[in-house]
Every structure is written in structure tokens, then in C-alpha cells.
Nanobody, 127 residues
């Protein structure tokens, strides 16, 4: 069982930056690939980024590539999402999620592949 708690959301102006954190419980954190998803009001949940258990491999949605960076610190059981050059369209509730299995793009972006989810943190980008 893994429990995930996100933090770091808030209100920021367009062009600004935020860093989200996701703290995980449990002693096997490094065995889980981690992902970030977001959901804006009236829209479907959208994949943002994923990172393998070791941290050696990452995968991004095209919409955030070059602006967002996912990383993890397995000693701290924490995964991060550094968000730069934020745009109003990045406004959403951001959730982290954990899964086991192959680190494969088709799996990474599929929310049904994830076993554990956090409650989410709100990110609002003003224009």
C-alpha cells in the first residue's frame, strides 16, 4: 500500500514557476514508477509526466515538454514536478500517481495503469 500526498500548488502569474512535491509512504518507493496527471474543470484527466523507479528515465506530454521537469529523490520518498514558463492553460488540479510494471510510454500516459493516487493540489495560472 502506498499513500501519496501532494503539495506546492498555488496561484502564479503566466511565465512564472512552481515546484510540486509528492511524498510517498512505504519502504519500496523506488520500485514504483511515478506519474503526474492534471485535470481542469470540465476536461478529462491529462497525462503530464512520468519517471521510472530509479529516476533514470522520464517521459513527458508534448504540451509540457521543455517547460516541466519531473525528478525524484528515493531517499526522501518524494517525486517533484518543476514547472516553468507556466501558461493559463496549465491551470488544473495536479495529482501524482504510482504504478509497478514496465516503464513504457503507452503505460506511462495511461491513468488506468496506475495503482495509487494522491488527492491533488490546485495550480492556478493567471494571465
Amino acid at each position: 500500500q502506498v499513500q501519496l500526498v501532494e503539495s506546492g500548488g498555488g496561484l502564479v502569474q503566466a511565465g512564472g514557476s512552481l515546484r510540486l512535491s509528492c511524498a510517498a509512504s512505504g519502504r519500496t518507493f523506488s520500485s514504483y514508477a511515478m506519474g503526474w496527471f492534471r485535470q481542469a474543470p470540465g476536461k478529462e484527466r491529462e497525462f503530464v509526466a512520468a519517471i521510472s523507479g530509479s529516476g533514470a528515465n522520464t517521459y513527458y506530454a508534448d504540451s509540457v515538454k521543455g517547460r516541466f521537469t519531473i525528478s525524484r529523490d528515493n531517499a526522501k520518498n518524494t517525486v517533484y514536478l518543476q514547472m516553468n514558463s507556466l501558461k493559463p492553460e496549465d491551470t488544473a488540479v495536479y495529482c501524482c500517481a504510482a504504478r509497478t510494471g514496465l516503464f513504457y510510454s503507452g503505460y506511462n500516459s495511461n491513468h488506468n495503469r496506475y495503482d495509487y493516487w494522491g488527492q491533488g493540489t490546485q495550480v492556478t495560472v493567471s494571465s
